[in-house]
C-alpha cells in the first residue's frame, strides 16, 4: 500500500517547482505565501515578509521589508473579486513586470485571498478604466523614485508645464544658497513648500528661523534676530554656514518692519539665507525696493490649482493612496467621477482636494469611487455649470474702473488723504493712487 504524503507538502513542493514568482495575500492584506522563485527575483527570504501588510500605495516606507511587499500589493479590485492584469514593481526591481491577479474567495462571504503571479497570463477582455487607474498607479510609483522625498510629493506632482517648471526650480533652490521666494495661492501650501527647500538641502547648513510677518511688529522682530543671532555659537563653532530665515507671508509684513529691515541691509548687518511666502509678487505691492530684491532672487511661482487641471486625476489618486496606507483599500475613481474633479474651481487649492478625496473615500462602497461618493459642494457646482447663462453686455473696462475708484475714494477717507498710507492699505503703489485721483478731477495737493 503506497505511503499516504501530506497534501501540504505535495503543494509546497509544486509551487516550489515553478519556475515564475508566485505568492498569496490573505484577505486581510498580509502576505502569506512566496515560493522559490519569487526568492530569487526579489533576493529576499518570502518567509521574513509573512505577516507584512500589503496596502495599495506609492509613498515612501521607513522598513525596507514593508516598502518590498507594498510593492508586490494587487490592485483593491482583485479583493473584490476581480481576475486582473497589471505591473507592479518592488523596491528592488529595476522596472515594472506584468502580474497576474487571481482571487479566491474565502469560508467569509465577499472575502477574497488574491495569488499574484509575475508574469501575464493575457486575459481577453481589460477595462479600460482600471488600466487608467493602473497608469495613474505606476505614475506615482515612478514620482516616488525619481524625487526620493527631495520634495513634498503632494505639491508638486503632476505633468502640467508650469508644475514641471516648478519641480525644476524647486532643485534649483535646494542645490543652492539663493534667497528664494514662494508665491502661490491660499491652501497650496506654501509653507510646506518653503520648508522643503531647506530641509532638502545638504547636511550642512545652518538653522531655520520661522518668522509669521502678520503677528511682527518692529520690536518683535528686532529681539527675534537679535537673540537668534547671539545663540548661533552655541550650534556652530568655526564653521561658515549660513543661517535662514523663512518670512511666512511677507506680503503682509508692515511699513515700519520694511524700514528696519532696508536699515540691516544698509549696514551690511546681514548674514542670512531668506525663504519667503506670499499670496502676491513682492514687485506688485508697495514694498521697499532694497529688501524685495535682496529677498527674491529667486521666485518660484507656483500656479492655483484651477489653472493646471490636468494635473487633478494624478494629484487626487496620490490623496487616495495616502488614505489607503491607513485606512481601506480603493483602486482609484471612476472616469466620471474625475471628470467631475477636473471641472471644480477649487477655491480651496490642493487642501480642499485632499479633503474631498477624505470624504468620497468615506462615502465609497467598493474599491472604486464612484461620482455618487463625491460631496454635494461637487455636485451643486456641476449643477450650476449646467444652468444657462444670460450674455447681457458688461462694459469691463469702465465697470473695473469705477469699482477701483470707489475703492481709492474709501482708503483715501481712511487714511485721512494720506496717499502713500491708502496705497498701503490697497496693496498699490502710491504713483497708481496719484492716478487714480487726478483722473477724477479731485486732486488736493497735501
Given at each position: 500500500?503506497?505511503?499516504?504524503?501530506?497534501?501540504?507538502?505535495?503543494?509546497?513542493?509544486?509551487?516550489?517547482?515553478?519556475?515564475?514568482?508566485?505568492?498569496l495575500?490573505?484577505?486581510?492584506?498580509?502576505?502569506?505565501?512566496?515560493?522559490?522563485?519569487?526568492?530569487?527575483?526579489?533576493?529576499?527570504?518570502?518567509?521574513?515578509?509573512?505577516?507584512?501588510?500589503?496596502?495599495?500605495?506609492?509613498?515612501?516606507?521607513?522598513?525596507?521589508?514593508?516598502?518590498?511587499?507594498?510593492?508586490?500589493?494587487?490592485?483593491?479590485?482583485?479583493?473584490?473579486?476581480?481576475?486582473?492584469?497589471?505591473?507592479?514593481?518592488?523596491?528592488?526591481?529595476?522596472?515594472p513586470?506584468?502580474?497576474?491577479?487571481?482571487?479566491?474567495?474565502?469560508?467569509?462571504?465577499?472575502?477574497?485571498?488574491?495569488?499574484?503571479?509575475l508574469?501575464?497570463?493575457?486575459?481577453?477582455?481589460?477595462?479600460?478604466?482600471?488600466?487608467?487607474?493602473?497608469?495613474?498607479?505606476?505614475?506615482?510609483?515612478?514620482?516616488?523614485?525619481?524625487?526620493?522625498?527631495?520634495?513634498?510629493?503632494?505639491?508638486?506632482?503632476?505633468?502640467?508645464?508650469?508644475?514641471?517648471?516648478?519641480?525644476?526650480?524647486?532643485?534649483?533652490?535646494?542645490?543652492?544658497?539663493?534667497?528664494?521666494?514662494?508665491?502661490?495661492?491660499?491652501?497650496?501650501?506654501?509653507?510646506?513648500?518653503?520648508?522643503?527647500v531647506?530641509?532638502n538641502?545638504?547636511?550642512?547648513?545652518?538653522?531655520?528661523?520661522?518668522?509669521s510677518?502678520?503677528?511682527?511688529?518692529?520690536?518683535?522682530?528686532e529681539t527675534?534676530?537679535?537673540?537668534?543671532?547671539s545663540?548661533?555659537?552655541?550650534?556652530?563653532?568655526?564653521?561658515?554656514?549660513?543661517?535662514?530665515?523663512?518670512?511666512?507671508?511677507?506680503?503682509?509684513?508692515?511699513?515700519?518692519?520694511?524700514?528696519?529691515?532696508?536699515?540691516?541691509?544698509?549696514?551690511?548687518?546681514?548674514?542670512?539665507?531668506?525663504?519667503?511666502?506670499?499670496?502676491?509678487?513682492?514687485e506688485?505691492?508697495?514694498?521697499?525696493?532694497?529688501?524685495?530684491?535682496?529677498?527674491?532672487?529667486?521666485?518660484?511661482?507656483?500656479?492655483?490649482?484651477?489653472?493646471?487641471?490636468?494635473?487633478?486625476?494624478?494629484?487626487?489618486?496620490?490623496?487616495?493612496?495616502?488614505?489607503?496606507?491607513?485606512?481601506?483599500?480603493?483602486?482609484?475613481?471612476?472616469?466620471?467621477?474625475?471628470?467631475?474633479?477636473?471641472?471644480?474651481?477649487?477655491?480651496?487649492?490642493?487642501?480642499?482636494?485632499?479633503?474631498?478625496?477624505?470624504?468620497?473615500c468615506?462615502?465609497?462602497?467598493?474599491?472604486?469611487?464612484?461620482?455618487?461618493?463625491?460631496?454635494?459642494?461637487?455636485?451643486?457646482?456641476?449643477?450650476?455649470?449646467?444652468?444657462?447663462?444670460?450674455?447681457?453686455?458688461?462694459?469691463?473696462?469702465?465697470?473695473?474702473?469705477?469699482?477701483?475708484?470707489?475703492?481709492?475714494?474709501?482708503?483715501?477717507?481712511l487714511?485721512?488723504?494720506?496717499?502713500?498710507?491708502?496705497?498701503?492699505?490697497?496693496?498699490?503703489?502710491?504713483?497708481?493712487?496719484?492716478?487714480?485721483?487726478?483722473?477724477?478731477?479731485?486732486?488736493?495737493?497735501?
Amino acid at each position: 500500500m503506497p505511503q499516504r504524503r501530506s497534501m501540504t507538502g505535495e503543494l509546497k513542493r509544486f509551487f516550489a517547482s515553478v519556475k515564475v514568482p508566485v505568492f498569496l495575500i490573505d484577505a486581510q492584506c498580509r502576505f502569506a505565501y512566496g515560493n522559490t522563485a519569487l526568492a530569487t527575483a526579489l533576493n529576499v527570504d518570502p518567509s521574513t515578509l509573512v505577516g507584512r501588510k500589503c496596502q495599495y500605495h506609492s509613498l515612501p516606507v521607513d522598513d525596507p521589508l514593508d516598502e518590498l511587499v507594498a510593492g508586490l500589493c494587487p490592485p483593491p479590485d482583485a479583493f473584490g473579486g476581480a481576475t486582473l492584469c497589471s505591473t507592479v514593481q518592488p523596491a528592488s526591481f529595476p522596472e515594472p513586470v506584468e502580474s497576474t491577479w487571481i482571487p479566491l474567495p474565502t469560508s467569509v462571504k465577499g472575502q477574497f485571498a488574491v495569488i499574484g503571479i509575475l508574469a501575464s497570463l493575457r486575459f481577453p477582455e481589460k477595462d479600460p478604466t482600471f488600466e487608467q487607474l493602473q497608469k495613474l498607479h505606476g505614475q506615482l510609483a515612478a514620482f516616488r523614485d525619481e524625487m526620493r522625498r527631495q520634495h513634498p510629493l503632494d505639491l508638486v506632482i503632476g505633468m502640467h508645464p508650469s508644475t514641471q517648471k516648478v519641480r525644476t526650480q524647486l532643485h534649483l533652490a535646494t542645490s543652492s544658497d539663493m534667497n528664494v521666494s514662494i508665491v502661490a495661492p491660499q491652501g497650496c501650501g506654501r509653507e510646506k513648500i518653503a520648508r522643503s527647500v531647506f530641509y532638502n538641502r545638504p547636511p550642512l547648513q545652518g538653522r531655520l528661523l520661522p518668522l509669521s510677518c502678520d503677528l511682527l511688529d518692529t520690536e518683535l522682530l528686532e529681539t527675534s534676530l537679535a537673540s537668534f543671532q547671539s545663540s548661533r555659537a552655541e550650534f556652530f563653532t568655526g564653521v561658515d554656514v549660513p543661517d535662514t530665515l523663512l518670512f511666512l507671508d511677507i506680503d503682509r509684513l508692515s511699513h515700519e518692519c520694511q524700514l528696519l529691515l532696508d536699515r540691516l541691509i544698509r549696514q551690511g548687518a546681514w548674514d542670512y539665507r531668506v525663504l519667503t511666502t506670499s499670496a502676491q509678487e513682492l514687485e506688485e505691492i508697495d514694498f521697499l525696493p532694497l529688501v524685495s530684491g535682496t529677498f527674491t532672487t529667486l521666485t518660484i511661482r507656483v500656479p492655483p490649482l484651477a489653472d493646471r487641471s490636468d494635473d487633478v486625476p494624478l494629484l487626487a489618486q496620490h490623496f487616495l493612496e495616502r488614505l489607503n496606507r491607513d485606512g481601506e483599500q480603493h483602486g482609484g475613481f471612476s472616469r466620471t467621477a474625475l471628470e467631475h474633479l477636473q471641472a471644480y474651481n477649487w477655491p480651496g487649492d490642493l487642501e480642499q482636494l485632499a479633503q474631498v478625496v477624505q470624504e468620497a473615500c468615506e462615502s465609497a462602497h467598493g474599491t472604486r469611487v464612484e461620482v455618487a461618493d463625491l460631496p454635494k459642494r461637487i455636485h451643486w457646482y456641476m449643477e450650476d455649470l449646467k444652468q444657462p447663462q444670460e450674455n447681457e453686455p458688461i462694459q469691463l473696462d469702465e465697470f473695473l474702473r469705477s469699482i477701483e475708484q470707489r475703492l481709492v475714494n474709501r482708503a483715501l477717507e481712511l487714511a485721512n488723504g494720506n496717499k502713500a498710507q491708502a496705497a498701503r492699505l490697497l496693496g498699490i503703489t502710491r504713483t497708481r493712487v496719484i492716478r487714480r485721483v487726478a483722473e477724477a478731477g479731485s486732486e488736493n495737493p497735501e
